[in-house]
């Protein structure tokens, strides 16, 4: 017997509910009202009143109306067919829906009931397995989608049978188990979690140290991430937040990408549902839309939801890297989120902490972040979450709650600045306080050696020198005058712009510059670190200014041509004889 | 509105507070309708029987024994094609002395649009602006607002921009318009001849403020109309959305509510990310562009409600006085339009991305120079080119009084960077330098 209840009170999303029998935190409900349902989840009891959010508008909910609990949380289905799909915060398959408009209490089945699988079986009668062992594995858009033991169940079991290579639905049985009691359970394609807690079922989370490739020069250069790092940007509006996050979606060498629009525009959205079909994954050359979901919660759509947008994204990242495989996953923005617990705590009348959010808003962060990682599957196989959310601090202000929770749960910050996306210095990411942690781990050292070169790090570590050194001086020149610093600095300065320039800058919306592999990031850092290494001697500082303009000029142009093309070999040697003719290279 | 005879009344008001009256009523939905001694009110909380409404009049001279009556619905607005032309107040009646409208009763404040049923914004809006058209090229299905100090000629520059939008209609949501800027929107649609092609929702200062809270509402539903059942581009005008959002903080301040930042309340992103978010690309062919303005106070973008705006709109216009060539210019740096990707280079000729960054990194470098002169440093000739460089640029491309065709300005801001500047300074593509550097 499920437990009942009747509305008692109404304050916008935030229902009383008094109830007659057990409920728990958490427990999801439907609250009756006019011909629909709405869905929503008990955040606090007191009594026999039951607090609840309800995952829509109230309007015309009235005092008295009929509530029926479900006995579990806020679930997601779990499932071959999840790839390629456009879900709002609550996993409602969104292209099932009908109409223009959304109709409050709609719910649609997130997956495919009548899709034929090709399976092939991976466990045999009599193998011993726990929840999360691979049972049999479906082609889901070329990647190789485990059936796994429910998350859920616990102890050990053993393998009655499994189906044939053949293929099957969703519900159709593909296994049967037997328990410790000699029970046999039987097993479809699908399974449920409660997207709140964390899918744990791996024996280990070593410190991640395999670089991730995101063709971004900013990021793969100067302040790497990682497979299963974690990082954040925090920006001012317009800064450049969303952009970068698209770019890293669009080329970072995942093999699943989980887009986490939380509380942000719907045009944005737009973007990617009419890019995406369309691009290229640059490792695999398939359509970029065959590795992503989306989950678009955006910010018109139900605040509540919105808080539950991340957590149904990050359940379905934990189920992929389950698979053994490589995960990223992107929430913008964060601030959003933790905007819609403030909203909720505040309705509950709770003690609020700094600048009205939650005192526990530290800890709600570094718990969702702490769910990311790279693991050692029971299998001895790995997978990893690499999360990177965005955040967007008030007032551009980064000394606010969300920043510096995030800041104490994020290895990788990667600061947006104002004053760069001001000056069109895209991406604005500031050179001098992003940082990586990454970078210090000695396996990642060792990692990147192997991968890159021996002497990157050292190169890598020149560059940010050389960037510090010119932004010094540049406060120098701004204080004493161009004629007030040796000509010296002003070459120095210089060599830091064509960093600047060069590196740093990438012109997102251009088709080559945008992307830039690994290799070529390489080259262009090697190549930018020998002029930065020639010894120039000017007699004037007008003259450093002309020279270097051109230099740059040049170089730019070979980040618009096609890698080793005849445009790009053409620049290169006229840069080469810049160096040769002009003023003294030793 | 009119209420019905057979509605329950009540008389007996337990409590009033500045904007809210409370009184034990059963049977009473969420955010249902009333009228207290005539007034129009909302319910905004229901504990049991005690049921809390907010009065938008406000409640002076409300007694403890009002007349307090159920209308039984969420507020609406009747739609049909007389509504164009028409004059309204926040409640949505005439204030044009012309008949009540006849049509279709909708709820205001309705649903959000399901994105994947969106269309991706790709029409150009061209404005002769260029601060505008060239720097922050606008799109229908946008949402922009202008930044703007009081004193700046906003409401001006906004009506300009709304006469050569080639919207099918154009819908005003005023807030806390003083008379005289309501009178003169009225006479420039006036005197342009385009009155059948507007609807305006009025809100003046000398309305109460928390009245205006359903001017957005009333303008976008109006604008959801003409846009999905008359497949309509449709710009709505909200001015002054600040003046929105202070009404919203007096309203949940004296609810108890804990403000946030700047005393407004926690939930304004999603108070007005509900309000923007109207603005679509609709699959049929319709579309609600939003131009809003959000005045500042002495500049300050970090205060609440930019802050908040600018997180939600696709960019922002910002007005300032440009105090060397004495007019008031679209501030490049603080302006943006995010959509304009979506149509420059591609609608727009093909030079036009690399030829507004360019032309805007040089105008950065004279801010520079300008920098250096203040501190009394000497200028090179490279900051002296940007400075003269920059105060062209400024009368000709970014003065809000500028008023020329797409291509005309991609080709005065040729013009000016081969005046001042040589092709390796300005950092543009080769092949577009060797076909439009003006020789
Ligand atoms: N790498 C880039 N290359 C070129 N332009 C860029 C780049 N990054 C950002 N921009 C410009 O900046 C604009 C704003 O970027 P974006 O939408 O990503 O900002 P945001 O930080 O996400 O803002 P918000 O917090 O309001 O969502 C873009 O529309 C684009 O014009
Ligand atoms: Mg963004």
Known sequence: MSTKGKVKGIISNLVIVTVDGPVAQNEICYIATGNTKLMAEVIKIIGDNAYVQVFDSTRGLQVGAEVEFMGHMLEVTLGPGLLSRNYDGLQNDLDKMTGVFLQRGEYTYPLDEEKLWDLKPLAKPGDVVEAGSWLAEVDENFQPHKIMVPFTFSGQYTVKSVVAEGQYRIFDKIAVITDSEGKDIELNMTQKWPVKKAITCYTEKPRPFRLLETGVRTIDTANPIVEGGTGFIPGPFGTGKTVLQHAISKQADANIVIMAACGERANEVVEIFVEFPELTDPHTGRKLMERTIIIANTSNMPVAAREASVYTAMTIAEYYRSMGLKVLLMADSTSRWAQALREMSNRLEELPGQDAFPMDLSAIIANFYGRAGYVHLNNGATGSITFIGTVSPAGGNLKEPVTESTKKAARCFFALEQARADRKRYPAVNPIDSYSKYIEYPEFEEYIAKRISPDWTKEVNDMKTLLQRGKEIQEQINILGDDGVPVDYHVTFWKSEVIDFVILQQDAFDKIDSVCPIERQQFMLNLVMDICRTKFDFSNFNDVMDYFKRMINICKQMNYSEYQSEAFNGYLKELKEMLILEPVAE | ?439
């Open chain 2, 1 to 439: 509105m009119a209420t019905k005879a057979f509605q329950k009344i009540y008389t007996k008001v337990t409590q009033i507070t500045k904007a809210t009256c409370s009184l034990k009523a059963s049977g009473v939905g969420n955010e249902e309708l009333a009228t207290v001694n005539g007034k129009l009110a909302q319910v905004v909380k229901i504990m049991g029987e005690d049921v809390t409404l907010q009065v938008f009049e406000g409640t002076e001279g409300i007694p403890t024994n009002a007349e307090v009556i159920f209308l039984g619905k969420a507020p609406t607005l009747k739609v049909s094609e007389q509504l164009a032309g028409r004059f309204f107040n926040a409640f949505g009646d005439p204030i044009d002395g012309g008949p009540e409208i006849e049509g279709e009763e909708r709820e205001i404040g309705g649903p959000s649009v399901n994105p994947v049923r969106r269309r991706q914004p790709s029409e150009l809006i061209a404005t002769g602006i260029a601060g505008i058209d060239l720097n922050n090229t606008l799109v229908s299905g946008q949402k922009i607002p202008f930044f703007a100090d009081p004193d700046q000629p906003y409401n001006q520059v906004m009506a300009n921009v709304a006469l050569r939008a080639k919207a099918d209609k154009i819908i005003l949501g005023g807030m806390g318009l003083t008379n005289d800027d309501y009178l003169y929107f009225k006479n420039v649609f006036n005197n342009a001849g385009v009155l059948d092609r507007i609807v305006s929702f009025v809100n003046t200062t000398e309305n109460p403020p928390v009245e205006r809270l359903l001017i957005p509402d009333l303008a976008l539903t109006a604008a959801e109309y003409f846009a999905v059942d008359h497949n309509e581009k449709v710009l709505v005008l909200l001015t002054d959305m600040t003046l929105y959002a202070d009404a919203l903080s007096i309203v949940s301040n004296r609810m108890d509510q804990i403000p946030s930042k700047d005393s407004m309340p926690g939930s304004l992103y999603s108070d007005l990310a509900k309000i923007y978010e109207k603005a679509v690309q609709f699959p049929a062919g319709g579309s609600i562009t939003i131009i809003a303005v959000t005045t500042l106070s002495g500049g300050d973008i970090t205060h609440a409600i930019p802050d908040n705006t600018g997180y939600i709109t696709e960019g922002q216009l910002f007005l300032r006085r440009d105090s060397d060539v004495g007019k008031v210019i679209v501030d490049p740096f603080r302006s943006l339009s995010r959509l304009k990707q979506l149509v420059i280079g591609k609608k727009t000729r093909e030079d036009h991305p690399q030829v507004m960054n360019a032309a805007v990194r040089l105008y950065a470098d004279a801010a520079n120079a300008k920098t250096k002169l203040e501190n009394g440093f000497d200028l090179t000739n490279y900051d002296e080119r940007t400075l003269s460089f920059a105060k062209d640029y400024s009368e000709k491309i970014l003065a809000i009084d500028v008023n020329i065709g797409t291509e005309e300005m991609l080709n005065v801001t040729w013009g000016l960077l081969s005046n001042y500047f040589k092709p390796e300074e300005v950092n543009i593509k080769q092949e577009l330098v060797d076909r439009y550097w003006a020789k």
